[in-house]
């Protein structure tokens, strides 16, 4: 096998999983307009992509998950900080919600980004804050967590 690593950009755009370089390309996403990353912003690490088959020719579609930390530091990737960080703004502004369940929601987001033993008090967690949440900010956390969520998660916390 040989290792291909992912270009990703800084909003976590998925551009190719196949590249062969191991230095960030200097290019900007074209969906976004963020710069492409392929290592980690941290310890430099490659993201690791497609495991090309050697010596087959693979006619199929290339993939890779995007992962959310690196597997060398442990570090979160600029997209997982982002949405991190866009929780924490999107909590803020709801005026409806106590500081107590704010704080209660955002220390559950690291724990529900990954699977850990941490993960189903995340849930229950996140599940007691979020019931006080406004419609507008439900929906806008929703969309934001959806599609980094594990679907065990999802569908504990997210049952709709």
């Not at 230095?23 to 980690?40: L, N, Q, R, Y």
Request: hydrophobic content about 30%; glycine content about 4%.
């Amino acid at each position: 096998m040989t290792q291909r690593y992912q270009k990703i950009c800084k909003n976590g755009h998925q551009l190719s999983v196949t590249y062969r370089g191991t230095s960030d390309p200097t290019e900007f996403c074209p969906e976004c307009g963020k710069s492409v990353i392929s290592t980690c912003q941290f310890c430099h690490a490659p993201i690791e992509g497609w495991d090309e088959p050697d010596g087959i020719v693979y006619l199929g579609q290339r993939t890779a998950d995007r992962p959310n930390y690196c597997k060398k530091c442990g570090q979160p990737y600029p997209w997982t900080s982002l949405i991190i960080s866009t929780v924490i703004e999107l909590l803020d502004s709801d005026e409806e919600v106590s500081d107590q369940d704010k704080t209660l929601i955002k220390s559950a987001i690291p724990d529900l980004l990954v699977d850990t033993p941490q993960t189903k008090l995340a849930e229950a967690k996140f599940k007691k804050g979020f019931s006080k949440v406004s419609i507008l900010v439900k929906d806008s956390l929703y969309n934001l967590l959806v599609d980094v969520l594990s679907d065990t998660v999802k569908k504990s916390i997210f049952p709709n």
